[in-house]
């Protein structure tokens, strides 16, 4: 059976999807290579599929934020932070290398855990992460075609993969953990999916083997109420086309900053895709596993402004637990 890897990249600006795409594969391939030799023949056997979506939240935050985008520094950034990762051996992705790193701080991730339930009673959530990040609070905004562009480009790869009846394994990062946790629910339990590209094709019982979840807010209060699903009590309120998902959470990723999220997603053990859409029960039960890590990221050298950014999704995939468990999984 073949296998794919999806990759959905995050929020923020993002360079061109070829220049991504070659960072993000490297940094994975890396990592799998520096740990998990004996895997890479079979990760390079892989179908690699990038959901880009980055044209359009590029679009949106040139106009709403007062930051302007500068590609070539970007990517130029990109390229030094994945260099200086490349160096570091699998013993050093430590508290002690990463403490030592140019402003790694805990102070925006304390911030995080001690005000975020209060926010959240109090309703400023919303507006608080729409000042941090305006486009996860365009994302749930049903007022704009946002959330549904942003999540067009993951349909026809995935759908493409369950015709082939390829084993599946996506890597989400930041809000693209939130898109792909919508379009997952989407496939679960709405038919607008079916029949747009292949007409004869059924849903039901097709999963995705290995979700991985970097940098995710979905244990965040006010993302969680805002998820496809969340009104309801019964099986429609998760998806039910998961078989595994591990999180992991970095140290100090403010984005991530409650890293057990296993805890609030508990009804997905016991619901999906442990039933089918119609309530009957299957063997199988969704795994829900959480891994606390370090991100040895360092962006800003381009000006002269180098800083720990434990959020950065290339230091998240070359990680050593990111790679055995892609690694594991290929094998």
């Not at 790694?104 to 990040?133: C, H, K, T, Y």
Request: with cysteine; aromatic share 10%; hydrophobic share 35%.
């Amino acid at each position: 059976m073949s296998k794919t890897i999806i990759l959905v990249h995050g929020r923020h600006f993002k360079p061109a999807e070829s220049v991504l795409t070659k960072n993000w594969t490297e940094a994975l391939r890396h990592g799998i290579q520096r740990d998990e030799p004996n895997a890479v023949e079979a990760f390079d056997a892989a179908r690699i599929e990038m959901i880009y979506y980055g044209d359009v939240s590029n679009e949106y935050l040139s106009r709403v934020v007062r930051e302007r985008y500068d590609e070539n520094n970007d990517i130029e950034d990109r390229k030094l932070c994945l260099d200086e990762l490349k160096t570091y051996r699998k013993s050093q992705f430590s508290e002690r290398t990463y403490r030592r790193l140019p402003g790694a701080s805990r102070w925006r991730e304390g911030l995080a855990d001690i005000f975020a339930g209060p926010l959240s009673i109090l309703g400023l959530s919303d507006r608080a992460i729409n000042m941090v990040a305006p486009d996860m609070a365009e994302y749930w905004d049903d007022a704009t075609a946002f959330g549904s562009r942003v999540r067009a480009p993951m349909v026809r790869p995935l759908i493409e993969a369950f015709e082939r009846n390829d084993e599946i394994c996506v890597i989400a990062h930041s809000l693209g953990s939130l898109i792909a946790y919508d379009t997952f629910w989407k496939f679960s339990h709405m038919s607008e999916y079916r029949g747009s590209i292949s007409p004869d094709l059924d849903f039901e019982g097709k999963v995705i083997d290995l979700w991985i979840t970097i940098g995710s807010p979905l244990s965040d209060e006010t993302v969680k109420r805002n998820l496809k699903g969340s009104g309801n009590t019964d099986i429609r309120r998760y998806p039910t086309n998961i078989r595994r998902w591990i999180n992991f959470a970095a140290e100090d990723d403010f984005i991530s900053h409650d890293e057990q999220l296993a805890n609030d997603y508990e009804g997905m053990i016991t619901l999906g895709p442990g039933r089918t859409s119609s309530g009957r029960l299957k063997k199988s039960r969704t795994k829900i596993s959480d891994v606390r890590m370090y991100n040895l990221s360092v962006r800003g050298r381009t000006s002269n402004d180098a800083k720990s950014n434990p959020h950065h999704g290339t230091g998240y995939l070359i990680s050593p637990q990111v790679a055995k468990a892609v690694a594991e999984w290929v094998s």
